[in-house]
């Protein structure tokens, strides 16, 4: 991106008034036939214009034959036809008084000598013409915020909306962060493949995410950048305000080759990664498992929580695996004060474990885990965050003890994550129970612990 378009307002691309469609279809298995339906499926409001040649009806709106036919020039213009054909559509789009393009097909920088000179064309005709271009060869931009639900994007799904973003140099991994946001209920709303960062590179769009009101925290997937001192002094700006958490390749060798393959990644070493993520206030994460556990934590806990834990189980072996986890994730299992230790043995069996971890025993009901609970928030200031493990013997009904965990769940001012092991006949229930008590919920104790681990890291970039 040239300095004079550094700092330019990107609210075409990610809240649009009006959108044109150049190669829109009726036919959904086309890429313009995917983004109108995508854009029908998000309930965009404003003034949608399909463009083709050919004419016709499509989702019930009459198509235009060309840009030229439009009432006025539009705020967004998506281009979704032959390579060989967007110079021309380009070169239209420039005659009409459009400033903003959007396009998702290949065939430039990364195809070779024929489309680095098609990419070429393309960037001298935009410098020309004063136009600002996201992608090309990208998934698209999503963008599901109070005002405005735009979807031109050709993935497969809608994420569910919320304060979560996500800004990637893979489509596959976008897509699949959507397809996460679904299954699990992440509050995901704005999803930016970034393709070949013609004009609009990562940096841009963090910046932009960054000055939001709607979005609280943002994730990356990144490879490459073209002024990593820019990424970096942006990240920096953006992170002390919002967390940002980042899966970075690059980890090996043979990864940051790969890297360096796909995408051009312009770091040396593991070691520069992690130097330039601490100066810029980026946690960054191992693997896509972590950025999908950092997702579902940031959309409980937007800005992250201290290191301080309390693991408080019913079982043994899962509390001690998940010690080792929280503690390799930086969590601090701090001793129990002295007042609360004394409360909890008068108040549960002699066998039980009255230290951090807590072990309140198999057969543990919805008493022990409620007074348990109350004699820990009676002493919260010695904890960030209590991390409940919840494995259901076959001699306990779970339906009470999660009844009474979300009702003291609801009216706790402490960050609390449960995690639920073995046969659980209830699921989606006792899940949906805990978490409209703001209470995330996970099958396995370890992912938990990681979680509050990157919140912590979270936490910690942003305050310290």
């Given at each position: 991106m040239s300095t004079a378009q550094a700092g330019r307002d990107l609210s075409a691309f990610f809240a649009p008034r009006s959108v044109a469609i150049v190669g829109a279809s009726a036919r959904p298995t086309s890429s313009g036939g995917a983004i109108l339906h995508m854009m029908e499926e998000a309930g965009f409001a404003g003034a949608l214009y399909p463009i083709n040649p050919k004419g016709g009806e499509m989702y019930g709106r009459q198509a235009l034959p060309?840009?030229?036919?439009?009432?006025?020039?539009?705020?967004?213009?998506?281009?979704?036809?032959?390579?060989?054909?967007?110079?021309?559509?380009?070169?239209?789009?420039?005659?009409?008084?459009?400033?903003?393009?959007?396009?998702?097909?290949?065939?430039?920088?990364?195809?070779?000598?024929?489309?680095?000179?098609?990419?070429?064309?393309?960037?001298?005709?935009?410098?020309?013409?004063?136009?600002?271009?996201?992608?090309?060869?990208?998934?698209?931009?999503?963008?599901?915020?109070?005002?405005?639900?735009?979807?031109a994007t050709f993935f497969r799904d809608l994420p569910p909306g919320g304060p979560i973003a996500f800004i990637s140099q893979s489509g596959a991994l976008a897509e699949e962060m959507i397809a996460h946001a679904v299954a699990c209920r992440v509050p995901l709303g704005r999803v930016v493949s970034v393709g070949n960062s013609m004009h609009l590179g990562v940096e841009d769009h963090l910046r932009h995410l960054g000055d939001d009101p709607e979005t609280g925290a943002i994730?990356?997937?990144l490879?490459?950048?073209?002024?990593?001192?820019?990424?970096?002094?942006?990240?920096?700006?953006?992170?002390?305000?919002?967390?940002?958490?980042?899966?970075?390749?690059?980890?090996?060798q043979k990864g940051l080759d790969a890297a360096k393959a796909h995408t051009g990644a312009s770091a040396s070493s593991d070691a520069a990664i992690d130097a330039l993520c601490r100066d810029a206030g980026i946690v960054r994460v191992k693997s896509l498992?972590?950025?999908?556990?950092?997702?579902r934590g940031l959309g409980f806990f937007p800005k992250g929580f201290g290191k301080r834990a309390l693991i408080l189980s019913n079982s043994g072996g899962p509390g001690v695996l998940t010690t080792d986890e929280a503690t390799l994730s930086g969590l601090d299992l701090v001793d129990l004060p002295a007042p609360?230790?004394?409360?909890?043995?008068?108040?549960?069996?002699?066998?039980?474990?009255v230290r951090n971890p807590l072990d309140l025993l198999a057969d543990a009901r919805e008493d022990r885990f409620g007074e348990t609970l109350a004699i820990a928030m009676a002493h919260r200031a010695a904890f960030d965050v209590i991390l409940m493990i919840h494995v259901v013997p076959f001699m306990v009904d779970a339906d009470p003890v999660i009844a009474r965990l979300a009702e003291k769940a609801a009216a706790c001012d402490l960050p609390l994550m449960h995690s639920m092991m073995g046969t659980l006949e209830q699921r989606d229930r006792w899940f949906a129970n805990m978490e409209q008590a703001g209470v995330p919920m996970f099958s396995n104790s370890e992912d938990m612990a990681r979680t509050a681990g990157i919140l912590a890291q979270c936490y910690s970039v942003r305050d310290h």
């Open positions: 060309d840009l030229r036919a439009l009432p006025s020039p539009v705020d967004l213009v998506v281009i979704a036809i032959r390579p060989d054909f967007i110079l021309d559509a380009v070169t239209e789009a420039a005659d009409t008084g459009h400033k903003a393009i959007l396009i998702l097909p290949g065939g430039f920088a990364e195809a070779g000598d024929e489309g680095a000179e098609r990419q070429a064309a393309l960037d001298a005709l935009a410098e020309k013409h004063d136009l600002i271009i996201a992608g090309p060869n990208c998934g698209g931009i999503i963008s599901l915020g109070d005002q405005t639900r735009l979807a994730l990356l997937y490879e490459s950048a073209r002024d990593m001192a820019s990424l970096a002094a942006t990240a920096r700006s953006v992170s002390c305000s919002k967390p940002i958490v980042a899966l970075i390749p690059g980890r090996t498992r972590d950025l999908q556990l950092a997702a609360m230790a004394a409360a909890l043995k008068d108040a549960l069996p002699k066998e039980a474990s």
